[in-house]
């Protein structure tokens, strides 16, 4: 499976609340700025604002972004399935 489409279902996991196997599956993508987003937004979410910042800052985010987390993923979600 393409890390876009885990991407997509990961997105879908991680609104539904299954925090643990998200996490692993943004951690194995480590190079990709998509799953850094994803990443930070996860560690956002658990409140977790230190390693939030790390992440972003992997993705090429310098500041705190604006919006709120669930946001970001369904911003997420739909530049994911744009790019089918």
């Known amino acids: 499976m393409a890390i876009r489409e ?6 879908d996991m991680a609104l539904s609340g299954d925090w643990e196997a998200t996490h ?3 951690q194995k993508h480590g190079n990709d700025r ?9 560690h956002r979410q658990q409140g977790d604002n230190d390693n939030a910042m790390h992440w ?17 993923l369904a911003m997420l979600r739909d530049e994911l399935q744009s790019q089918a």
């Open 6 to 11: 885990e991407l997509i279902g990961a997105i």
């Open 24 to 26: 692993k599956l943004v």
């Open 56 to 72: 972003y800052r992997r993705a090429g985010i310098a500041g705190w972004p604006a919006t709120a987390p669930e946001i970001q």
């Open 34 to 42: 998509r799953a850094n987003l994803f990443h930070a937004t996860l």
